[in-house]
């Protein structure tokens, strides 16, 4: 058959070639006519030519048609060769073996294709015989190979064939397709039977994999050299209507509070099986007859591990897949039709794994979900193969419709997308290129990228301790700053100076408190160079040798009232968690939840190829994962540690399942679960609320221990008018002290004392007052201030001192919304320069903001 010939559409069917097709069949049958003409010239150096000039390489995106130009090739040169040739062609599957059968029988009618397991007789060879296997088959150390590699009584071996097909001047040509696959997998038995056994005169090699590394070391190995180099661009494939347009990477995008709360794998099959049912719907639309295929993906199973399949099939199954149209393929579970799934409109979603990932042919499939955890470059040009060719009914309208003419990807984790945009890289800066040994001039000539060079980072000259972290965000600065000042490791005015001067300070300071007892500065740091911040660590280690006794005559009394938290036996009581129920129930939207199954959000679709090519899909929604929700919503009810939230969950139940039924509701047990966990992870403020309502019906208070007679503190302490041992406490930070000067200024004459209210680890026994927490935490603000006419026991106020910036921590934000059952609100003041600023509390922000000046007047208040 003529090169001209392969542009005429016979009355079989077959494909007319498109122009880079037909420029590729062309240029290799010319290589293949060189070498094998050069070798019968010069037989000596038939192996160096082989070697060096007869080996070719056609690489093309996955789609454009490699197995038919290389039929096409072979086809074109049967008669036309100086010497007759015997084709060997490898697939890296078995799978593809069949594959290539069909399509070699159906568009390349001029070769016979032979079976050397079977037909190994060197007498019955003609011009263009075609044996198709895999490596395994012949190569490997198995069952199969050695079969064929053994003599039998009726039948000489694949070797033996060889050798007599030399002598009986055959040439031997090989074809590996998919040729990366081939020299990856049981490279070095593939290598040795290539080089002592076959011993190809030439060899054609296919990829859709650009400038493949396994192909460089195969080529290492076995010392050829890919003298020539067919390369087709994507867009060359694309523009003939063989490759879709573009490829689409959808990410779904949840609201915050329903993020942890959904399955990854379960959104990213959810997401597929949506644009899946869009593609089927738009082609029933046009008429076109096709029945589109979804896959997906899965990795290998573990050794004693869950069955992959199995799990993203039930998880198919319950986002509404029907199972009827799911197909598997893998190497544990063969689908005996898996070739036939292409034209099987009965099946829409096959999934596989990575080892069937390349080479089959799936022309209606646009969506692909990958579930498997690694995903580098090679996975994402195997995505790009499997989904990216154009089924032929959908060719006539190629270019016309957005949504067909592009693939789809989802994968579990958007953060590993980056395989998917190398693949998109590399394809599009291939440029359609024909460099063979036969032409008189390269059509493009390619440069070759120089790799990276790293200079060698200098070692340091001397290891010390490193700095600790910088502050992750205001809060934790301020946090870290005020702990600082407090044990007067750095001076307040830094308080004033710019973010990065004080994470500077903190790290310094931190860093010398944390090794100052260890000699970790080697004499790099001269003694005299300590900053003076160390003279509050020094000073700590000081004995507090003085004592200031209490002021009787100031009507301080014998002792505190502070706060007892509920006991263990109430609060495990049926009463109480009866009682929490109703209250939750009461203030929470927990009925409304009972139906809640699905979680709404939207799919961005953006293309790889096209990076202004962006579409946003609104009205997706993706299941609620109940384990997910139970594992999550368990920690909202792990808020206090004495709560027996087993006991909890069964009346809120009881309570719940009353009211659905009362109000005429459709439900099982795993509703009203869901519907309760997510009330408390959506509404966390009215847990805490109904816990804290539930609580106060229980707590009491009682005396403390005793005020000590005397306070033990360091001999320098400044005096104090008002203080109820007269003088100001060492342990008072920048604020606090501020704040005890501003009592000691007071000319109203309405304070009579005050305290600095020590804390105490937990509720162990102190003399300090307390508030209980609705965590369960204890609360002890900073200072206990007697004044003249307030309305609780001995007249005090309990008082909580903040610094210059604004603290909304959650600790803070729950200090703020109790108040105590004997002393009523606790004031809370925010230094201001020389003035104190009033905290209050606003719930419908839930914020704690500065209102007004702090007076002598506010300390009356009895409420927040």
Not at 162 to 171: A, V
Not at 309 to 337: F, N, Q, W
Not at 624 to 639: H, K, M, N, P, S
Not at 837 to 863: C, D, K, M, S, W
């Given at each position: 058959?003529?090169?001209?010939?392969?542009?005429?559409?016979?009355?079989?069917?077959?494909?007319?070639?498109?122009?880079?097709?037909?420029?590729?069949?062309?240029?290799?049958?010319?290589?293949?006519?060189?070498?094998?003409?050069?070798?019968?010239?010069?037989?000596?150096?038939?192996s160096e030519i082989a070697r060096r000039g007869g080996v070719m390489l056609l690489q093309a995106p996955t789609g454009s048609g490699k197995t038919l130009m290389l039929g096409r090739t072979l086809e074109t040169l049967v008669g036309h060769l100086e010497r007759k040739t015997v084709w060997f062609w490898f697939a890296p599957f078995s799978g593809l073996v069949d594959q290539t059968i069909d399509a070699l029988s159906e568009q390349c009618p001029g070769l016979r294709l032979r079976d050397a397991s079977k037909d190994r007789e060197p007498g019955l060879a003609r011009d263009g015989d075609v044996f198709i296997h895999t490596w395994a088959a012949v190569a490997a150390n198995n069952q199969d190979a050695r079969r064929v590699r053994r003599t039998t009584e009726d039948s000489y071996s694949l070797d033996q064939m060889l050798e007599l097909l030399r002598l009986d001047n055959f040439s031997i040509g090989v074809v590996i397709d998919e040729a990366h696959l081939n020299f990856g997998m049981g490279a070095q038995a593939a290598a040795s039977f290539?080089?002592?056994?076959?011993?190809?005169?030439?060899?054609?090699?296919?990829?859709?994999?650009?400038?493949?590394?396994?192909?460089?070391?195969?080529?290492?190995?076995?010392?050829?050299?890919?003298?020539?180099?067919?390369?087709?661009?994507?867009?060359?494939?694309?523009?003939?209507?063989?490759?879709?347009?573009?490829?689409?990477?959808?990410?779904?995008?949840?609201?915050?509070?329903?993020?942890?709360?959904?399955?990854?794998?379960?959104?990213?099959?959810?997401?597929?099986?949506?644009?899946?049912?869009?593609?089927?719907?738009?082609?029933?639309?046009?008429?076109?007859?096709?029945?589109?295929?979804?896959?997906?993906?899965?990795?290998?199973?573990?050794?004693?591990?869950?069955?992959?399949?199995?799990?993203?099939?039930?998880?198919?199954?319950?986002?509404?897949?029907?199972?009827?149209?799911?197909?598997?393929?893998?190497?544990?579970?063969?689908?005996?039709?898996?070739?036939?799934?292409?034209?099987?409109?009965?099946?829409?979603?096959?999934?596989?794994?990575?080892?069937?990932?390349?080479?089959?042919?799936?022309?209606?499939?646009?969506?692909?979900?990958?579930?498997?955890?690694?995903?580098?470059?090679?996975?994402?040009?195997?995505?790009?193969?499997?989904?990216?060719?154009?089924?032929?009914?959908?060719?006539?309208?190629?270019?016309?419709?957005?949504?067909?003419?592009?693939?789809?990807?989802?994968?579990?984790?958007?953060?590993?997308?980056?395989?998917?945009?190398?693949?998109?890289?590399?394809?599009?800066?291939?440029?359609?290129?024909?460099?063979?040994?036969?032409?008189?001039?390269?059509?493009?000539?390619?440069?070759?990228?120089?790799?990276?060079?790293?200079?060698?980072?200098?070692?340091?000259?001397?290891?010390?301790?490193?700095?600790?972290?910088?502050?992750?965000?205001?809060?934790?600065?301020?946090?870290?700053?005020?702990?600082?000042?407090?044990?007067?490791?750095?001076?307040?005015?830094?308080?004033?100076?710019?973010?990065?001067?004080?994470?500077?300070?903190?790290?310094?300071?931190?860093?010398?408190?944390?090794?100052?007892?260890?000699?970790?500065?080697?004499?790099?740091?001269?003694?005299?160079?300590?900053?003076?911040?160390?003279?509050?660590?020094?000073?700590?280690?000081?004995?507090?040798?003085?004592?200031?006794?209490?002021?009787?005559?100031?009507?301080?009394?014998?002792?505190?009232?502070?706060?007892?938290?509920?006991?263990?036996?109430?609060?495990?009581?049926?009463?109480?968690?009866?009682?929490?129920?109703?209250?939750?129930?009461?203030?929470?939207?927990?009925?409304?939840?009972?139906?809640?199954?699905?979680?709404?959000?939207?799919?961005?679709?953006?293309?790889?190829?096209?990076?202004?090519?962006?579409?946003?899909?609104?009205?997706?929604?993706?299941?609620?994962?109940?384990?997910?929700?139970?594992?999550?919503?368990?920690?909202?009810?792990?808020?206090?540690?004495?709560?027996?939230?087993?006991?909890?969950?069964?009346?809120?139940?009881?309570?719940?399942?009353?009211?659905?039924?009362?109000?005429?509701?459709?439900?099982?047990?795993?509703?009203?679960?869901?519907?309760?966990?997510?009330?408390?992870?959506?509404?966390?403020?009215?847990?805490?609320?109904?816990?804290?309502?539930?609580?106060?019906?229980?707590?009491?208070?009682?005396?403390?221990?005793?005020?000590?007679?005397?306070?033990?503190?360091?001999?320098?302490?400044?005096?104090?008018?008002?203080?109820?041992?007269?003088?100001?406490?060492?342990?008072?930070?920048?604020?606090?002290?501020?704040?005890?000067?501003?009592?000691?200024?007071?000319?109203?004459?309405?304070?009579?004392?005050?305290?600095?209210?020590?804390?105490?680890?937990?509720?162990?026994?102190?003399?300090?007052?307390?508030?209980?927490?609705?965590?369960?935490?204890?609360?002890?603000?900073?200072?206990?201030?007697?004044?003249?006419?307030?309305?609780?026991?001995?007249?005090?106020?309990?008082?909580?001192?903040?610094?210059?910036?604004?603290?909304?921590?959650?600790?803070?934000?729950?200090?703020?919304?109790?108040?105590?059952?004997?002393?009523?609100?606790?004031?809370?003041?925010?230094?201001?320069?020389?003035?104190?600023?009033?905290?209050?509390?606003?719930?419908?922000?839930?914020?704690?903001?500065?209102?007004?000046?702090?007076?002598?007047?506010?300390?009356?208040?009895?409420?927040?």
């Amino acid at each position: 058959m003529s090169v001209a010939d392969l542009t005429a559409e016979d009355k079989a069917g077959r494909h007319v070639l498109a122009d880079f097709q037909l420029d590729a069949v062309v240029a290799l049958s010319g290589v293949i006519k060189r070498a094998i003409a050069q070798q019968v010239r010069h037989p000596e150096r038939r192996s160096e030519i082989a070697r060096r000039g007869g080996v070719m390489l056609l690489q093309a995106p996955t789609g454009s048609g490699k197995t038919l130009m290389l039929g096409r090739t072979l086809e074109t040169l049967v008669g036309h060769l100086e010497r007759k040739t015997v084709w060997f062609w490898f697939a890296p599957f078995s799978g593809l073996v069949d594959q290539t059968i069909d399509a070699l029988s159906e568009q390349c009618p001029g070769l016979r294709l032979r079976d050397a397991s079977k037909d190994r007789e060197p007498g019955l060879a003609r011009d263009g015989d075609v044996f198709i296997h895999t490596w395994a088959a012949v190569a490997a150390n198995n069952q199969d190979a050695r079969r064929v590699r053994r003599t039998t009584e009726d039948s000489y071996s694949l070797d033996q064939m060889l050798e007599l097909l030399r002598l009986d001047n055959f040439s031997i040509g090989v074809v590996i397709d998919e040729a990366h696959l081939n020299f990856g997998m049981g490279a070095q038995a593939a290598a040795s039977f290539y080089l002592n056994h076959l011993r190809p005169d030439v060899t054609l090699l296919a990829t859709a994999t650009p400038r493949d590394a396994a192909l460089d070391k195969f080529a290492d190995d076995t010392g050829v050299e890919v003298a020539s180099r067919v390369e087709v661009s994507r867009a060359q494939v694309v523009e003939r209507g063989l490759n879709k347009w573009g490829l689409m990477l959808g990410v779904v995008r949840l609201r915050e509070q329903d993020e942890g709360l959904v399955d990854p794998e379960t959104a990213a099959l959810s997401s597929g099986w949506f644009q899946h049912n869009r593609i089927k719907e738009r082609l029933s639309v046009r008429g076109l007859g096709v029945v589109p295929l979804m896959l997906v993906q899965v990795e290998d199973q573990a050794q004693g591990g869950e069955d992959p399949v199995e799990r993203v099939k039930e998880k198919l199954i319950a986002i509404g897949v029907p199972e009827r149209k799911i197909a598997v393929h893998t190497s544990g579970k063969p689908d005996p039709d898996f070739h036939t799934l292409a034209f099987d409109p009965s099946r829409e979603v096959l999934i596989f794994k990575v080892a069937v990932a390349t080479g089959f042919d799936a022309p209606r499939a646009w969506t692909l979900v990958s579930v498997r955890p690694s995903r580098g470059r090679d996975f994402g040009l195997q995505i790009v193969g499997r989904i990216m060719r154009v089924h032929p009914a959908v060719r006539p309208i190629h270019g016309e419709d957005d949504l067909l003419d592009r693939g789809y990807v989802f994968l579990t984790d958007p953060e590993l997308q980056s395989g998917l945009q190398d693949a998109a890289k590399t394809l599009e800066a291939v440029v359609s290129s024909i460099d063979v040994v036969t032409s008189n001039f390269d059509l493009v000539e390619l440069g070759t990228a120089q790799p990276l060079r790293v200079g060698d980072v200098p070692r340091p000259a001397f290891i010390t301790a490193p700095l600790p972290p910088l502050p992750k965000d205001e809060t934790e600065r301020q946090q870290r700053l005020e702990a600082l000042i407090e044990e007067r490791r750095v001076p307040e005015s830094v308080r004033e100076r710019p973010a990065e001067e004080i994470d500077r300070a903190i790290q310094t300071a931190e860093h010398l408190r944390d090794n100052w007892s260890n000699d970790l500065f080697g004499g790099l740091l001269p003694r005299q160079d300590v900053p003076d911040l160390l003279a509050g660590a020094i000073r700590s280690k000081q004995m507090k040798g003085a004592k200031y006794a209490l002021r009787k005559n100031l009507k301080v009394p014998a002792a505190l009232i502070a706060e007892v938290p509920p006991r263990a036996e109430v609060l495990n009581s049926e009463e109480f968690n009866r009682n929490l129920a109703r209250e939750f129930m009461r203030r929470s939207h927990v009925l409304q939840r009972i139906g809640t199954r699905m979680a709404p959000g939207s799919l961005r679709l953006s293309d790889l190829f096209d990076e202004d090519r962006v579409e946003v899909l609104e009205d997706i929604q993706i299941k609620l994962d109940d384990a997910r929700i139970v594992e999550r919503g368990q920690r909202v009810f792990d808020l206090d540690n004495a709560i027996n939230d087993r006991e909890l969950k069964k009346h809120l139940k009881d309570e719940l399942r009353r009211a659905a039924t009362k109000e005429g509701f459709a439900f099982d047990d795993r509703d009203l679960t869901r519907a309760i966990y997510l009330a408390a992870m959506r509404e966390p403020s009215t847990l805490i609320d109904a816990l804290k309502h539930a609580k106060a019906q229980y707590v009491e208070t009682a005396p403390a221990e005793p005020i000590p007679d005397v306070l033990n503190d360091y001999a320098d302490c400044a005096p104090s008018r008002l203080s109820a041992y007269g003088v100001i406490p060492s342990d008072l930070n920048g604020p606090e002290r501020a704040f005890a000067e501003w009592l000691d200024k007071d000319d109203t004459g309405r304070i009579e004392w005050w305290l600095r209210n020590p804390s105490r680890p937990g509720y162990t026994k102190g003399w300090g007052t307390n508030l209980i927490l609705p965590s369960g935490g204890y609360f002890f603000p900073d200072f206990v201030v007697s004044v003249r006419g307030r309305s609780t026991p001995d007249e005090i106020v309990l008082v909580e001192i903040k610094g210059s910036h604004n603290d909304n921590t959650d600790e803070s934000l729950e200090k703020i919304a109790v108040r105590h059952r004997r002393y009523e609100a606790v004031q809370w003041a925010q230094r201001d320069g020389q003035d104190f600023l009033r905290l209050v509390y606003v719930p419908n922000a839930n914020r704690i903001v500065p209102q007004g000046l702090f007076e002598f007047e506010t300390l009356l208040r009895t409420t927040g």
